[in-house]
């Protein structure tokens, strides 16, 4: 069965120091990873996406690492703002039996950045 | 702006009563897709459409229909909707591309009571 599992659940940081946030995943044919930021009560938007030739991506203050044997994804935040406070989702897409591209999400991780 | 627009944001409603959540989106995207997103799960697709008059079953798509007559607009239709149909629910629309890239709206939170 597909799956994607995120950890921790919640982490809570203070202001300015680094975190990182862990995804596993058993998503076979693997296509593409993606990780996603969730504002409360806001649509999920896209931080990165990595293929399975990509080993690490950037966006800003965020990087994301994927070790494809391992099944593995990581989301580093520098210098945490206030603004960072959200969910952080992972992603993994696979292609069907039927040749279109399907998501599978994991449950978030809840991140608190306190000041 | 390219985004997705949903609506309505907020809706509460009773058990039987037939309601609309309309999507739409200005990127001339071909591929949409609904989600609910409940408590502790991950967002689970419902159904989705790969171009005009072409939707399909998504993971959980019992008590839910779609319709897709225009390219920009993915309604999706609770014929009777229950209790356990409250969730959030996301409409997406997809990119194309090496990435694929998907563009979430901002969400309907519908309660039915």
């Known amino acids: 069965k597909n799956q994607v599992e995120q950890s921790p659940q919640s982490l809570i940081i203070l202001e300015g120091k680094n975190c990182t946030l862990q995804?596993?995943?058993?998503?076979?044919?693997?296509?593409?990873l993606r990780w996603y930021k969730q504002d409360t009560g806001r649509g999920p938007v896209s931080l990165t996406i990595?293929?399975?030739?990509?080993n690490t991506k950037s966006n800003g203050r965020y990087t994301a690492t994927l070790d494809a044997d391992t099944k593995q994804s990581s989301l580093h935040i520098t210098a945490s703002q206030l603004s960072d406070s959200a969910s952080y989702i992972c992603?993994?897409?696979?292609?069907?039996?039927?040749?279109?591209?399907?998501?599978?999400f994991g449950t978030g991780t809840r991140l608190t950045i306190i000041p | 702006e390219a985004q997705v627009t949903q609506n309505p944001r907020y809706l509460i409603t009773v058990t039987g009563k037939k309601l609309t959540v309309t999507c739409s989106q200005n990127?001339?995207?071909?591929?949409m897709s609904w989600y609910r997103q409940d408590p502790g799960l991950g967002l689970r697709q419902i159904y989705y459409?790969?171009?005009?008059?072409?939707?399909d079953k998504g993971d959980v798509p019992e008590g839910y229909k779609v319709s897709r007559k225009e390219k920009r607009n993915f309604p999706l239709i609770l014929e009777s909707p229950s209790p356990n149909q409250t969730s959030l629910y996301f409409c997406a629309s997809n990119g194309g591309g090496s990435y694929n890239e998907q563009f979430f709206g901002p969400g309907t939170r519908l309660t039915v009571l």
């Open positions: 459409s790969m171009n005009v008059e072409v939707t």
């Open positions: 995804c596993n995943y058993t998503v076979s044919p693997f296509s593409n």
């Open positions: 990127m001339n995207h071909e591929y």
């Open positions: 990595m293929t399975f030739s990509e």
């Open positions: 992603v993994v897409s696979y292609s069907s039996n039927f040749g279109n591209e399907k998501l599978t």
